[in-house]
T-cell receptor
């Protein structure tokens, strides 16, 4: 299995621009998680889906952040408009429902200037 | 504050020595997990211990759980330079797959 796939791996953008991060979970995994990691705040859960349905989005910092999961093999995290404080590494993870072991992707390093 | 808090924040040891790190949490849990993160990479699951278990082993890893103290420890025996990484504990909530991660312990194993 290819594991969780994220793209792009690096993104540099200017403040005010729209940013879209993409994730392909492991086939057969029906739970998907978006995390953000910074030195200051550590690893934070932004949102998670179960069977493509958002279950908990309480970690989404602002309305500028949105996430979708149109099907079992694809999810996006969008930031519009982006701000410098959004600079972080964004991870996607997936797991099977009922299994607590999460598989993480390699992350997208986002820099907003 | 975070559900899981690791201690120490950083640890430097010589190859061959043991590394011990601790995790404390605040609420009741079903399971506690430990993950490793190498620099620039995603987290990798190491071991899961259930709330009704007290100790678990996996290779050179030993995890303990004390639910009365709401704490766990991860011991890496006979450390290797390749064990250099950050280690995170993660606790689950009563329902669902949601995990809350601690701040991590950075471990440096010097050859």
């Amino acid at each position: 299995d290819a594991g969780v796939i994220q793209s792009p791996r690096h993104e540099v953008t200017e403040m005010g621009q729209e940013v879209t991060l993409r994730c392909k979970p492991i086939s057969g995994h029906n739970s998907l998680f978006w995390y953000r990691q910074t030195m200051m705040r550590g690893l934070e859960l932004l949102i998670y889906f179960n069977n493509n349905v958002p279950i908990d989005d309480s970690g989404m910092p602002e309305d500028r952040f949105s996430a979708k999961m149109p099907n079992a093999s694809f999810s996006t995290l969008k930031i519009q408009p982006s701000e410098p404080r959004d600079s972080a590494v964004y991870f996607c993870a997936s797991c099977r429902t009922g299994s607590y072991e999460q598989y993480f992707g390699p992350g997208t390093r986002l820099t907003v200037t | 504050s975070q559900q899981g808090e690791e201690d120490p924040q950083a640890l430097s040891i010589q190859e061959g020595e043991n590394a011990t790190m601790n995790c404390s949490y605040k609420t009741s849990i079903n399971n506690l997990q430990w993950y490793r993160q190498n620099s620039g990479r995603g987290l990798v699951h190491l071991i899961l211990i259930r709330s009704n278990e007290r100790e678990k082993h996996s290779g050179r890893l030993r995890v303990t759980l004390d639910t009365s103290k709401k704490s766990s420890s991860l011991l890496i025996t006979a450390s290797r330079a390749a064990d250099t990484a950050s280690y995170f504990c993660a606790t689950d909530e009563a329902a669902g797959n949601k995990l809350t991660f601690g701040g991590g312990t950075r471990v440096l194993v010097k050859p």
